[in-house]
C-alpha cells in the first residue's frame, strides 16, 4: 500500500508540461529573408540595367572611325610593273656627211673609215667651203638619239686635237662633221698656189686647164 501511494503522489507532484509553440519568430524570419532576396534582386537588376546603359551610351558618344592603313609594298610595285628597254639604234639609218676642212687630202675618207668600223654605214664625203680649219666641228640633228651623239662625240675626241659640238633643227643629215687638225698633226698645210706661166711661155703655148682639187 505504501509503494501505491508513493507512486501516486510522485504521479501527482509531477507538473503537466506545456505543448504550446511559439510561432510568431518563425513568421518574422520568414518575411524578413523575403526582403532581403527582393532587395538583392532590385540591385542586381539595377546594377545590370546601370552597365549596360553605360556600355551603350559610350559606344554611342566615341565612335573610332576606322580607316583603311594597309601599308603598300613599294618593292611589289615597282616590280610588278615592268619598264621596257629602249629599242636598240639602227646605225645604218643614221646619215652623216664628213666635209675635210683641212684641206690635207684624204682627211674625209679616213674619218668616214673610222665611223665605218663603228657600224655606221650611210656616210658621204666631200670639201668643206673652208680649208684651214683647225677645230673639228660636229653638228647633230635635235632629233638624234643621244647614244649616237655620245659615241661620236667620243670617236672625234679620239682622233682630233679639239672638238667643237653644235646641234641644229635645219640640216638634213643626222650629223654634219667639218674635219680640223688631227692629234698627230701639227701645223695646218702651207697653201699650194698655180705657179705663173713666164711670158714666153704665154706667147708661145695655150694656158693649161686649172687642175682638179683632191682634198677629200
Same mark, same amino acid.
Given at each position: 500500500?505504501?509503494?501505491?501511494?508513493?507512486?501516486?503522489?510522485?504521479?501527482?507532484?509531477?507538473?503537466?508540461?506545456?505543448?504550446?509553440?511559439?510561432?510568431?519568430?518563425?513568421?518574422?524570419?520568414?518575411?524578413?529573408?523575403?526582403?532581403?532576396?527582393?532587395?538583392?534582386?532590385?540591385?542586381?537588376?539595377?546594377?545590370?540595367?546601370?552597365?549596360?546603359?553605360?556600355?551603350?551610351?559610350?559606344?554611342?558618344?566615341?565612335?573610332?572611325?576606322?580607316?583603311?592603313?594597309?601599308?603598300?609594298? %613599294?618593292? !611589289?610595285?615597282?616590280?610588278?610593273?615592268?619598264?621596257?628597254?629602249? #629599242?636598240?639604234?639602227? &646605225? /645604218?639609218? $643614221?646619215? @652623216?656627211?664628213?666635209?675635210?676642212?683641212?684641206?690635207?687630202?684624204?682627211?674625209?675618207?679616213?674619218?668616214?673609215?673610222?665611223?665605218?668600223?663603228?657600224?655606221?654605214?650611210?656616210?658621204?664625203?666631200?670639201?668643206?667651203?673652208?680649208?684651214?680649219?683647225?677645230?673639228?666641228?660636229?653638228?647633230?640633228?635635235?632629233?638624234?638619239?643621244?647614244?649616237?651623239?655620245?659615241?661620236?662625240?667620243? %670617236?672625234? !675626241?679620239?682622233?682630233?686635237?679639239?672638238?667643237?659640238?653644235?646641234? #641644229?633643227?635645219?640640216? &638634213? /643629215?643626222? $650629223?654634219? @662633221?667639218?674635219?680640223?687638225?688631227?692629234?698627230?698633226?701639227?701645223?695646218?698645210?702651207?697653201?699650194?698656189?698655180?705657179?705663173?706661166?713666164?711670158?714666153?711661155?704665154?706667147?708661145?703655148?695655150?694656158?693649161?686647164?686649172?687642175?682638179?682639187?683632191?682634198?677629200?
Amino acid at each position: 500500500m505504501e509503494e501505491v501511494q508513493t507512486e501516486a503522489q510522485e504521479t501527482q507532484v509531477t507538473p503537466p508540461q506545456s505543448t504550446s509553440f511559439s510561432v510568431e519568430p518563425r513568421e518574422k524570419n520568414n518575411g524578413s529573408k523575403w526582403i532581403l532576396i527582393f532587395i538583392g534582386l532590385l540591385i542586381l537588376g539595377g546594377a545590370g540595367i546601370f552597365f549596360f546603359t553605360r556600355s551603350r551610351n559610350e559606344a554611342i558618344a566615341t565612335p573610332t572611325p576606322s580607316f583603311n592603313t594597309t601599308p603598300i609594298d %613599294e618593292t !611589289e610595285t615597282a616590280t610588278s610593273t615592268p619598264v621596257s628597254s629602249p #629599242s636598240p639604234v639602227k &646605225k /645604218s639609218e $643614221v646619215s @652623216i656627211e664628213i666635209q675635210n676642212g683641212t684641206g690635207i687630202p684624204g682627211e674625209a675618207a679616213y674619218l668616214q673609215t673610222q665611223l665605218k668600223a663603228l657600224g655606221y654605214s650611210d656616210i658621204t664625203a666631200g670639201n668643206a667651203n673652208s680649208t684651214d680649219n683647225t677645230i673639228t666641228t660636229v653638228t647633230f640633228s635635235k632629233t638624234l638619239f643621244q647614244t649616237v651623239q655620245d659615241e661620236i662625240k667620243k %670617236e672625234l !675626241e679620239k682622233i682630233y686635237k679639239e672638238v667643237s659640238v653644235k646641234t #641644229s633643227t635645219t640640216q &638634213k /643629215s643626222d $650629223v654634219v @662633221i667639218v674635219t680640223g687638225l688631227r692629234s698627230s698633226q701639227t701645223t695646218k698645210p702651207g697653201s699650194s698656189g698655180t705657179p705663173k706661166p713666164s711670158a714666153t711661155a704665154v706667147s708661145s703655148a695655150s694656158p693649161s686647164a686649172t687642175p682638179t682639187p683632191t682634198g677629200i
